[in-house]
């Protein structure tokens, strides 16, 4: 018997654990080793001399956006990888944009990272989606942490962060950017009852090893 609610218990959490960690963003860690660049920066466009590499998953506004070293040009980032994003490249503010295809009247929440190139203070960029503000970015000396949500659309949507206060070759760094959909209500059950099966489980054992 005891085996049996194991077993029930572990097919409601794996049937629902699929549902929980759906990731739309690409590469929202910017680890692309192809680039080259200098081995702290490389600056990335849609023209100019420096291509969007071929697997980054943005696209960007053209060649105003630096791919650098993490921990070099502010703080280092714990648990961001090798490299973040700096949204001004040479001198003009930048932007990067991927189209998300979200379910219509689903809820999906967005986490990122973010800080400011030399540690300057005051440094904004817009975070949006189909056209819609969710945020501000006010870039300081340390890392933050970003988190909002916004409901989906139907169809695909473009997902923007925009520098909009910035310039002279510093602006807001951004890492570790999320969008994942938020469970159904149906699927917190399904976790919930997985739980409680899991916890009779072992009151049955520890009683049977009395």
């Known amino acids: 018997m005891r085996n049996a609610v194991l077993l029930a218990a572990t097919a409601m959490l794996g049937f629902a654990a699929p549902v929980a960690a759906t990731e739309l963003i690409v590469n929202g860690g910017f680890e692309n080793t192809g680039f080259g660049g200098t081995g702290t920066y490389y600056n990335i466009g849609t023209g100019g001399d420096n291509a969007v590499p071929g697997d980054f998953g943005w696209n960007v ?3 105003n956006v630096d791919i650098i070293a993490n921990g070099v040009y502010a703080p280092t980032l714990t648990g961001g990888g090798s490299y973040n994003l700096d949204l001004v490249g040479y001198g003009s503010t930048g932007r990067i944009t991927q189209l998300l295809n979200t379910t219509l009247g689903k809820t999906y ?8 190139n030399g540690g300057l203070n005051g440094n904004t960029a817009d975070v949006s989606f ?9 870039g ?9 949500a916004f409901v989906g659309t139907g169809a695909l949507a473009a997902f923007d962060i925009t520098e909009t206060v910035g310039g002279g ?4 760094l951004l890492d570790n950017i999320s969008v994942t959909a938020v ?5 917190w059950g399904l976790m919930l009852a997985g739980f409680a099966l899991v916890g009779v489980a072992a009151r049955r054992k520890t009683a049977v090893t009395a």
């Open 169 to 172: 070759n510093a602006g807001v």
């Open 61 to 63: 506004s053209v060649n």
């Open 183 to 187: 469970p159904e209500p149906a699927t």
């Open 140 to 148: 300081t000396g340390s890392w933050q942490t970003f988190t909002t």
């Open 109 to 116: 929440t967005v986490t990122l990272s973010y800080s400011s």
């Open 130 to 138: 189909d056209g819609s503000s969710l945020g501000t970015l006010v």
